[in-house]
């Protein structure tokens, strides 16, 4: 039998003259490649003057592991690159190899404004927009303007609904989700839509059962309930695969899909058109 590998742990300094959004997002998805590699985020945001960025390289020089920056401004960047060099550490610039690529295809100059990709542009107000009609309208709430969404989502209890609808509301798309419950009549106005994407969400009755298990187990309710039941899942979710068939909605398994995966699958169905039901499994 053999033994299983420890975790190597690293610090990983994330300097940005922004939010530190993307730094933190590419750290994330580079870090997942590797099995057993667990690193240490230090996030350094907003980082515009030479006081930050030398408070920044004492706490780096505390804490010796990889530099990663989306540094803009030319002094700043120099200084960066210097201290790291003064202190034998890599330091990355995320966003060179990408922005050089797009430059050279475009024949465009690099803008060099500090924290340009999150300016207060349209597309941001359009995302608080959405978030907002997310939260408004999450769970079966303010159904009366469903005709509003872009998308609303379909599903009985516990399928990843809300989660979905954020993750979606930052990608700009106003998403509500109205929940199946067996005692509660569908709403009118979630069957009577014509120009909206309704999507119908399914998942294996084994997996639900563990997640609400798991939900009854934070919140310490030990009594026993439908909820959980195995013939009372079943229905619920065959009731479901039932009204999204009569209705002819797309459907998602999320048995096995993360919210990103769930959401990029969202995408794809506003993008592409409604079309006819499909499992995407």
Request: overall charge neutral; aromatic content about 4%.
């Amino acid at each position: 039998m053999t033994n299983p590998r420890i975790a190597t742990y690293f610090h990983v300094h994330l300097v940005s003259d922004s939010t530190g959004e993307t730094l933190n997002a590419m750290a994330r998805a580079v870090c997942a490649r590797f099995e057993n590699v667990l690193p240490i985020e230090h996030i350094y945001a907003l980082v515009r003057s030479q006081r930050q960025l030398d408070r920044a390289l004492a706490d780096i020089e505390a804490a010796p592991g990889v530099v990663i920056h989306t540094i803009v401004d030319a002094d700043l960047r120099e200084a960066l690159e210097e201290g790291c060099r003064r202190l034998d550490m890599p330091c990355i610039a995320a966003l060179d190899p990408l922005v050089s690529a797009m430059s050279r295809y475009l024949g465009a100059a690099i803008s060099s404004r500090v924290g340009a990709q999150h300016a207060l542009d349209h597309d941001y107000f359009n995302r608080m927009d959405a978030l907002n009609y997310a939260i408004g309208h999450d769970d079966g709430q303010g159904g009366q303007d469903l005709e509003q969404a872009d998308v609303v989502l379909v599903g009985v209890s516990r399928t990843s609904k809300t989660p979905t609808c954020i993750y979606l509301a930052h990608r700009g798309v106003r998403a509500a989700n109205v929940p199946l419950v067996p005692s509660r009549p569908i709403p009118d106005k979630l069957l009577q839509l014509k120009n909206t994407l309704v999507v119908g969400l399914t998942i294996s009755p084994d997996r639900l059962i563990q997640i609400r298990r798991n939900r009854l187990l934070s919140l310490k309710e030990n009594r026993t309930s439908t909820y959980i039941d195995v013939d009372a899942v079943r229905e619920e979710i065959v009731y479901a695969r039932r009204l999204y068939e009569r209705q002819g909605w797309p459907v998602i398994d999320v048995t096995r899909r993360s919210v990103e995966e769930t959401a990029a699958a969202v995408m794809n169905l506003l993008t592409s058109g409604r079309g006819q039901v499909e499992v995407l499994g």
